[in-house]
């Protein structure tokens, strides 16, 4: 997940989080992580249903000698700065799909000094892994040996993909950028305790060029849409989402720097502006040699992106799908749940003062499928507000009711989802501290990580500061936190903080020692036995840095929690530069896929890569002088064969 915050003011001598709180929830006990802390969720009452809802929150069972049995049991490792991948005693690492991989055994060879083309990459694996999930070809013992993986590539890093860097930006070196960015889908099985790429039809790539679809209220035919080119590609693809019916729901996000403008007389727009589209960009300068990049020229081309995209792994080479009832802005997740059949998807605008979505499907999602419609075009896109008494509410983002009427200037449903963030403004929905990936326990209890925060107000967001409220606790936030709920009606939660997380060092109100504390907790995913596995994206400015007090956290890391008793262990570190963006297990649970996005990227703490020195700061996986680092999916399994994670 490339992270775009600036660097964060040091939290030393804040107040402990209890106190922050504490005059606004009294009824509410924080969950403050490590080995201390206590599950008390808000204080429900004693109806039937209340009841049913903190399952979660019970005690483990106690086995005959007394003690709880937690479900953590490994050892955790260390903070680490080492550019490597490390894992607890017992546990070994395989490296299954890098950068640059062909996806068939006839395809290009990666070339280690940068040299391929963009032909070879839209035939490679793709850059910047970051969501992913495992499909299994069956239910029985084969589903954990045999099966489609699905990737999401992010971004790129010109100084590392091209073999001159950044320098003389050419057509070709936009059509690389494109081409390393979107999809990679592919075969893998498991072999005598080894895993690797099976030669199969499925393996494809679905790139910034890929023809796709639209549907729900903004189709294909949308005038928002038309620039006088075919519909194409996905970009900034991050997070994902799994469907009942065995789809992969791809989130776009940080879109807009991709656009920009050399034309002097070009104004954003308020909706422009709203959605960070500006002349700069992100410094990417595509528009100078791709004019569909240029937002004097093409303006409705930004319009076709920041959607959630659905790709059907079974059949990958058809054209994906971007869903727009779901709103358009920073996705970062696109987590499935149910709920009396109808499908319930949780969604994170990862920006400072983001907010949370849900949307809820109209009917049953086997009733819409047998119809023909697809569950996730027919439904209603609900934004959350958080109350300080640990109450919420989801606010309804539907043309015609409250502000978002034709008086107020709001047309249809479709300027609605297109402009879904300043319908949110209009609602006084609650800002949040940038709002990433969300996870959905077997209780239903749902969990959403919230990356951090510089403090001050909230640029953009029309819901206020912010600062103050119980939601966001901490003036400055450098190190986020993450929260969970349960709903009570379609628009009615209870919520609170599960875990505060930081360096106690550099903050007292933090409850996590030396063997779970974290920073910028962005992945969260349930295996099969409640484990909550989290993914940090610490940034380039702060990681390493004892500066910005993140010097004593390290790289960043894989961490494992156990609901039931707050214990929070670390299982994995990853290399220098890199984020650990997804997790995911084979059905048995023995075989963990981990994607480590960007290594060796700059960094304050390790210096800058350069066109003469890409290994400067990493050169994992290969450590090859010759080479550079790459992203990559890993493999991690117990060299006994047990259940990952487990005692």
Known sequence: ?????????????????????????????????????????????????????????????????????????????????????????????????????????????????????????????????????????????????????????????????????????????????????????????????????????????????????????????????????????????????????????????????????????????????????????????WHTVAPRFDVAVNGNEVHRFGWVVEVDPAAPSTAPVKRTALGRFQHVGATVTEAAGRVVLYSGDDENGGYLYKFVGEDEWRRERARGRSPLDHGTLYVARFEDDGTGRWLPLIHGRGPLTGEHGWRDQADVVLRVREAADALGATPLDRPQQTAVAADGTVYCALANSPGGGYCGSGGGTGRGRAISPRESNPYGHIVRWREESAEGFRWDVFVLAGDPAHDEGVGLDESGMFGSPKGLWFDGDGRLWIQTGISKWAQNCDESGHGNLGNNAVLVADPANGEIRRFLTGPRGAEITAVVTTPDRRTLFVNVQHPGEHTAAWGAPTPERPCAVSGWPDHDPAGRPRSATIVVRRTDGGVIGGV
């Open 1 to 285: 997940m490339a992270d775009l915050v600036p660097p964060h003011p040091e939290s030393a001598g804040a107040p402990p989080f209890e106190e922050v709180v504490a005059s606004s929830l009294s009824r509410r006990q924080v969950v403050a992580g490590g080995t201390a802390a206590l599950v008390a969720f808000l204080g429900f009452g004693t109806s039937t249903a209340q009841a049913a809802t903190t399952a979660a929150a019970a005690p483990a069972p106690t086995p005959a000698g007394g003690e709880p049995k937690g479900l953590l049991g490994f050892a955790a490792v260390p903070p680490a700065t080492t550019d490597a991948v490390t894992v607890p005693p017992g546990y070994s690492v395989q490296t299954l799909a890098p950068w640059g991989r062909p996806l068939h055994s006839g395809g290009p060879a990666w070339l280690a000094d940068g040299g391929n083309s963009s032909t070879d990459q839209a035939r490679q694996v793709g850059s910047h892994h970051s969501g992913l999930h495992f499909f299994p070809y069956d239910d029985g013992p084969r589903g954990s040996r045999l099966g489609t993986l699905v990737v999401n590539h992010e971004a790129t890093d010109a100084t590392l993909l091209h073999r001159d860097g950044g320098a003389a930006l050419t057509r070709e070196k936009v059509d690389k950028s494109l081409a390393a960015q979107g999809l990679s889908v592919f075969e893998v099985r498991e072999s005598g305790g080894t895993w690797d790429l099976g030669d199969s039809p499925r393996n494809v790539r679905i790139t910034g060029t890929t023809p796709v679809n639209f549907s729900g209220p903004v189709g294909s035919g949308h005038p928002a849409l038309r620039t006088g080119t075919a519909h194409a590609g996905t970009l900034g693809n991050s997070a994902y989402g799994v469907t009942p019916w065995g789809t992969y729901l791809s989130c776009e996000e940080n879109v807009a720097g991709y656009f920009g403008t050399d034309d002097p007389s070009w104004r954003p727009t308020r909706t422009q502006k709203r959605y960070g589209v500006s002349a700069a960009g992100h410094g990417h300068r």
